[in-house]
């Protein structure tokens, strides 16, 4: 599309980092009660690549939230626009995100979710912008490290659009900047 300037991570890239987390998450909770949370709408694609590559029985269940103010930074402040509707008392919760930026968001989930007595909860990240983490967050499956650079595609939008293409690719600079 011609607002990619160009492809940060490639299909194949992608399907390799989903395969191994897949095969991680899988063993790891082995035998274990699993709710996994999408959080939408970046991670639906993660999500519906990884959990085919997951090989035990797991519930999956939504939350879609947003952080208030500029959509191209995130103030940490994040609004629950749709819960799950998953008891998850006494059950192990991994929340499933398309990209980690400053972690304010998932610190914020993961705080939630523990209030309601859980067994456990963790977090894995299609990707991550380490150098722009605010808060200590530990990720406990991380998928690949990108630079500081805005990124679209395999979920992950501008102002809505080009979530559908296949890779990640690093958004055209002068289309964010024209306004
Ligand atoms: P925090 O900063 O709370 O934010 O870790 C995570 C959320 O910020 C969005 N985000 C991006 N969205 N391209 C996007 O389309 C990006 O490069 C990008 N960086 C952060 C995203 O919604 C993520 O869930
Ligand atoms: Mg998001």
């Not at 990619?4 to 991680?24: H, N």
């Amino acid at each position: 599309m011609d607002v990619v300037e160009r492809i940060l991570v490639s299909k194949e890239q992608l399907d390799k980092q989903v395969e191994e987390l897949g095969a991680r998450i899988s063993r790891d909770y082995e035998g274990q009660e699993l709710v996994i949370i999408g959080v939408l709408k970046g991670g639906f694609i993660f999500l519906a690549d990884l959990a085919r590559k997951i090989t035990i029985p797991v519930d999956l269940d939504f939350m879609s939230v947003s952080s208030y103010g500029n959509s191209s930074k995130s103030s940490g402040i994040v609004k629950i626009i749709k819960d799950v509707d998953t008891d998850i008392t006494g059950k192990h919760v991994l929340i499933v995100e398309d990209i980690i930026d400053t972690g304010l968001t998932l610190n914020h989930l993961v705080e939630l979710l523990k209030t309601r007595g859980p067994l456990s909860v963790k977090v894995c990240a299609a990707l991550d912008k380490p150098s722009r983490r605010k808060v200590d967050l530990k990720v406990d499956y991380k998928g690949i490290e990108i630079p500081d650079e805005f990124v679209i595609g395999y979920g992950l939008d501008y102002a809505g659009k080009y979530r559908n293409i296949q890779e990640v690719c690093v958004l055209k600079r002068e289309v964010y900047t024209k306004k």
